[in-house]
């Protein structure tokens, strides 16, 4: 099919739709606003709803429904209102119904800003809500990725019947790249969803009930448990992530969609100045690529952790090294993007220097 | 042996857990019946909240959510929206409906969401063990309200129905009672209406329930239905607040 | 490798997002890598608008434009705030109908091209950008003139068809200006 020239934000929405995507329900917020607005426009085509709620606590509990009732269902936000949504999501991960929730960052905390920031990693990766659970993060760095992800976010969450979080921020949104999209067949050997709510007609007159409330604690930590034999499973194989320029690399950089793409030309300048620099690219920020470390930090000197944060991914960093090597960080937050000329910067303090 | 009464098969044969006196086994069982008589309990989809009323999902012999406190209008919605075809109500309590949930409800009401509310108020948080509603009555003392609801700083009660009412989306509101047989029966024609207002598409209808609460309130069940007709129904009073159809 | 890398600015209503659609359009569609990033939030209140494109024969990284081969500035406040962006010997390309200054800078090559005025000639103050579109592509050739026409041609689709011959009209009197000022 041929490559056709989208916005972030569109390309998200369209590529839910292709992969079967047909409920979404979503409240305003920049700047994310072009994902309900091409739902708003596009869902009614195919059959599907979209339904703007009075607020993203109500988005998020009309996706637990819709998820509940068997719907591959989407939901978008960007921070301060994924914020709003963390007390429905973890009702999602508790009862174990599959959704897709796409975070386009914004700078915080607070009301913060609107320009594009990586300060949502800890609540993205780490839980969020309350209780014990994972969401599997999925991070794209560029509009053709973003497009492949949301996709697979949707088979990963019908897999695992988790919510999967597409986790971009504002400047992939409102980038335009070119896209393709190929036809889409779900992957194989998905459960069948015999556990959703479509009335005891289709059941044999089973009764299927959606819920997370055990007030038994013996019953609620197998619950638990059960929910974390998930999760052993996600480390086990979901783990993505891509090593660039890696083989002889004296730093190694590691970041995370847009930092990633803006360390690329980082290190192409480095290149330049006959600095040998690699990225190290979480694909997965959940599970994080704690292996991947293992296979750079035999070659490398140093780590460097670029985030539009003040470090959070940082503490995974730390994790996945293990002190076998120093780490240092550059965060820029509050919205600012780190140019690739301030990375080339901290390369070169890190290499005493050299190549200036 | 002549069958001159059973259980509805709209309710499953597990022993409820509701105090002594409380009226939501009664109006658990009216919401049941409707749900057979119309011949829609198949196709059923139960909401149930956070209160009083959170197994109800054990009670109900239906497929069934179990919603987060005060979200099950939207819960509801998301159901309805993927099918349709589905009878999807939920059941909520007075701290649910009319505080945590306020926004659910009132914008559910306002998109005209065809779903059915079954608002059951016995102005007093019961689950969490008595504690002030928003439909507490002024003067009535709760846990939270030892010397009674002062209308200063404390307010005076959410006029559910009254409220919904001016919504123009909505297509039936009414507010009954249980605590007499009359009463029941009316209670039971609204719920009928109320549920084939959604079958036919007709959109958002809601049925407040003035319940009792024996324990909260520190009266016996008798006490309990004398004290909603002498106190509750001079500050909620029954009747249809809205009917697109101009029933009354 | 070639790399374009081309900051768009001027004020709302001047379709400064679009010549910079049409260039990641048109490149494109000659198979490169092309990214188009807007400024957006409250800086585009207040009416100023401004976009980063980038044409590369090589994966884009950083879509952020720095170092530009091209900056187009279509009023005053955008030759202040970008005209420090242009890389040495890149190109700055100003509207000369509204920019009443000449740039500080010395290190670049600058055409003043009075597009408000060239649109004017062609019936329609609205394809300004379009003239501004076509002196960038003749001083730059960031992509190639059919594809820029191709370009057009698909951002305005059947429904604007009409509009398609001013359009095209437009593009040659920029890149007309260009070669007569130019021999």
């Known amino acids: 099919m041929a490559r056709k020239l989208m916005k972030g934000n569109e390309a998200i929405a369209a ?28 869902l009614p085509k195919v059959g599907g709803a979209y339904v703007q709620a009075e607020s993203e606590v109500a988005a998020i509990n009309m996706v637990y429904g819709a998820a509940g009732a068997g719907a591959r269902v989407l939901t978008s936000s960007s921070s301060p209102g994924i914020s709003l949504m963390q007390e429905g999501i973890s009702y999602i991960a508790g009862a174990e119904l599959p959704c897709v929730l796409v975070n386009i960052m914004r700078a915080g905390p607070g009301l913060g800003g609107v320009q594009p920031a990586q300060a949502d990693y800890f609540q993205a990766t780490k839980g969020g809500g309350h209780g014990d659970y994972r969401v599997l993060v999925l991070a794209p760095a560029n509009l053709q990725e973003a497009v492949d992800l949301t996709q697979l976010a949707f088979d990963l969450a019908d897999k695992y019947r988790n919510p999967v979080m597409v ?16 036809p889409y067949r779900p992957a194989a050997g998905l459960p069948p969803k015999d556990w959703a709510t479509t009335g005891t007609v289709h059941s044999g007159g ?9 007030l038994y604690p013996d019953q609620l930590e197998n619950h638990v448990r059960a929910i974390f034999r998930k999760y052993a499973e996600m480390e086990r194989t979901e783990v993505r992530y891509e090593l660039y320029n890696c083989d002889q690399a004296d730093v190694v950089i590691v970041a995370y969609g847009t930092t990633s793409r803006i360390a690329r030309s980082a290190i192409e300048k480095c290149r330049r100045l006959g600095l040998r620099v690699g990225l190290l690219r979480p694909i997965t920020l959940y599970p994080f690529p704690l292996a991947a470390f293992d296979l750079v930090v035999e070659r490398t000197k140093a780590f460097l952790v670029v985030e539009m944060s003040m470090g959070q991914m940082l503490d995974d960093v730390k994790i996945a090294v293990a002190g076998r090597r120093p780490i240092s960080f550059y965060g820029r937050t509050g919205g600012i993007v780190p140019t690739s000329e301030e990375i080339v910067k901290q390369v070169q303090e890190l290499l005493g220097g050299r190549g200036a | 042996m002549k069958i001159v009464y059973e259980k509805s098969r709209g309710l499953t044969d597990v022993p409820m857990h509701y105090c002594p006196g409380c009226t939501h086994g009664i109006i658990h069982k009216l919401v049941a019946e409707t749900l057979v008589e119309l011949d829609v309990l198949g196709r059923t989809v139960a909401v149930a909240p956070v209160g009083c009323a959170v197994f109800a999902y054990e009670y109900f012999n239906c497929d069934a959510q179990e919603a987060a406190h005060g979200r099950a209008p939207a ?14 109500f939920t059941y909520q309590g007075d701290g649910d409906l009319a505080s945590i949930g306020t926004a659910e409800i009132v914008h559910a009401a306002m998109r005209g969401e065809n779903i059915t509310v079954v608002f059951v ?31 200063l700083g404390q307010g005076a009660p959410l006029r559910v129905c009254e409220m919904l009412a001016t919504i123009e989306a909505t297509a039936y509101i009414a507010r009954v009672s249980v605590h007499n047989i009359p009463r029941l ?64 | 490798m070639t790399e ?17 659609k049409l260039l990641a359009h048109a490149g494109m569609m000659e198979g490169r890598n092309v990214t188009w990033l807007p400024a957006y939030g409250p800086e585009m209140r207040g009416g100023t608008a401004n976009c980063n494109v980038i044409i590369s024969d090589v994966l884009i990284g950083a879509p952020i434009v720095t170092e530009a081969t091209c900056v187009i500035a279509m ?3 955008s030759l202040d705030r970008f005209e420090s962006f242009a890389q040495p010997g890149g190109w700055l390309l100003l509207n000369s109908s509204l920019i009443p200054r000449a740039p500080a800078r010395h290190d670049v090559q600058i055409l003043a091209i009075p597009v408000s005025d060239l649109a004017r000639q062609q019936g329609s103050l609205r394809v300004a950008n379009v003239v501004m579109l076509g002196a960038c592509l003749a001083l730059t050739q960031a992509v190639r003139k059919e594809s820029a026409i191709a370009a057009i041609e698909d951002v305005l689709g059947p429904s604007k068809r009409h509009l398609l011959g001013i359009n095209l009209n437009a593009l040659e009197a920029g890149m007309a200006f260009v070669t007569k000022v130019q021999v």
């Not at chain 1, 986790?167 to 190929?182: H, K, N, R, T, Y």
């Not at chain 3, 374009?4 to 209503?13: D, L, M, T």
């Open chain 1, 15 to 42: 590529a839910a739709i292709n992969a079967g995507c047909r409920y979404f329900f979503g409240y305003p917020i920049t700047p994310q606003n072009e994902i309900p607005e091409y739902m708003s426009r596009e």
């Open chain 1, 167 to 182: 986790l971009a921020d504002g400047m992939i949104g409102q980038l335009m790249e070119p896209v393709e999209f190929s």
């Open chain 1, 206 to 214: 089973r009764q299927r009930v959606i819920n997370s409330l055990y």
């Open chain 3, 4 to 20: 374009e890398r081309i900051i768009v600015a001027g004020f709302g209503g001047q379709g400064i997002l679009m010549i910079g």
């Open chain 2, 185 to 248: 029966n009316g209670a039971k024609r609204a719920l009928k209406k109320a549920f084939q207002m959604q079958i036919e598409n007709k959109g958002f209808s809601l049925v407040e329930v003035l319940s009792t609460c024996p324990t909260n309130w520190g009266l016996s069940p008798v006490d309990s239905l004398r004290w909603v007709e002498q106190n509750m129904l001079p500050a909620y009073p029954l009747g249809v607040y809205k009917d697109i159809e101009g029933g009354t």
């Open chain 3, 75 to 77: 009023n005053l406040p």
């Open chain 2, 75 to 88: 819960v509801a919605t998301g159901i309805k929206r993927v099918h349709p075809d589905n009878i999807v």
């Open chain 2, 121 to 151: 108020n016995n102005a007093i948080y019961g689950m969490t063990g008595g504690q002030m509603a928003p439909t507490t009555l002024v003067g009535q003392p709760t846990t939270t309200s030892p010397l009674g609801r002062s209308r």
